[in-house]
């Protein structure tokens, strides 16, 4: 009787991160009620949605569903199946975003070609990208420890699919996706041990290249000056980042009050999904950004923990993988909460787990059900169990 209470105990001992998984439960919830917040008066008054206050909070919800019992299986699924699969998943990724290019195939939307249409649902392969991406380069940099001091056998290689999926990414165009995964890219070679001349040598290189891509592109440069000055075209150039300011400035400390936005009322473009912190600010004020911004660093945190767990216990593909999964949540959330504040130009790019989009739930969900997973096998290894 005692051996088998031993064992239980070991087992429970061994289970998942309830603190990390609390964290994301809250941030989901807090993100279907200020979805909720933000969208009725666009919902209301857009004919597409049927006038119906609840449209998008109805989707948005639908879409939370999906993501979590995705989220549930992709948890049963060792970490080894998603190294041995990493080269595969980052090819249905890059036909993905072949596909989304094809007309008829692919949705434009203002402009941009993103979505691939799924009759009740839209796909967006730019953010299941951000996911395959991770592990891909996660797994790469494994394999070619031995050589990544070498320019042509080391870097070379991941350069060049770095080109690829930038020349595809930027042709939708999804400047942002592409930042969000440039990011990612490079810090896993770094913490896998890329040659430092060569990591300088790609940095300074970007940098050029990120400055000649705004200056080529009219519209990404009138975000520039947009952003530099939003008060000397407020109604043009200025428009979206002085009302996201406006929106910080009136909820103060502790807000207008959940429901009470103005900003939400048509005056602020895309409140539900890119800005919809600036929705949260006006409401909940000061303490309710505090508190987003705290659980954010704190998921960032855990994960960059588990990671050095992973390394502890020598699987050295969990840890690049989680660290993988904290740069990217932690660069778009700075990112987008930047851009909320005013802090960096204008970019459509949304907040994790907050924003309104199915496709960007489902990802960050996925990717959170890997992490959690990875602390999972720590756990087990670390108590005499196998993974």
Known sequence: ??????????????????????VILLLLGLGLVMVYSSSIALAEADKATGHQASYFVIRH???????LAVAAVTFQVPTQWWQNMAPFLFMVGLVLLVLVLIPGIGREVNGSRRWISLVVVTLQPSELMKLFATIYVADYTLRKASVMDSFSKGFFPMLLVMFLVGMLLLSEPDFGAFAVITAIAMSILWLGGINIRIFIGLFILLVVGFVA???????????????????????????????????????????????????????????HTDFILAVTAEELGFIGVLAVVAMFAWLVTRAFGIAKESIKLERYFSALLAQGIAIWLGVQSIIN???????????????????????????????????????????????????
Not at 1 to 22: C, H, I, K, P, T
Not at 61 to 67: E, K, N, Q, T
Not at 228 to 243: N, T
Request: with cysteine.
């Open 1 to 22: 009787m005692m051996s088998f209470l031993n064992n239980r105990d070991q087992v429970v001992a061994a289970s998942y991160d309830e603190g990390l998984l609390w």
């Open 61 to 67: 919800a639908m879409y939370l569903v999906i993501s």
């Open 213 to 271: 891509l705004i200056w080529s592109s009219p519209y990404r440069l009138q975000r520039i000056i947009g952003f530099m000055d939003p008060w000397a075209d407020p109604y043009g150039k200025g428009y979206q980042l002085s009302h996201a300011l406006i929106a910080f400035g009136r909820g103060e400390w502790f807000g207008v009050g959940l429901g009470a936005s103005v900003e939400k009322l048509l005056y602020l473009p895309e409140a």
């Open 337 to 387: 909460m930047g851009v909320n504040m005013g802090i960096l130009p204008t970019k459509g790019l949304t907040l994790p787990l907050l924003s309104y989009g199915g496709s960007g739930i489902l990802a960050n969900c996925m990717a959170l059900a890997i992490l959690l997973r990875i602390d999972w096998e720590n756990r087990r290894l670390q108590k005499g169990l196998p993974a």
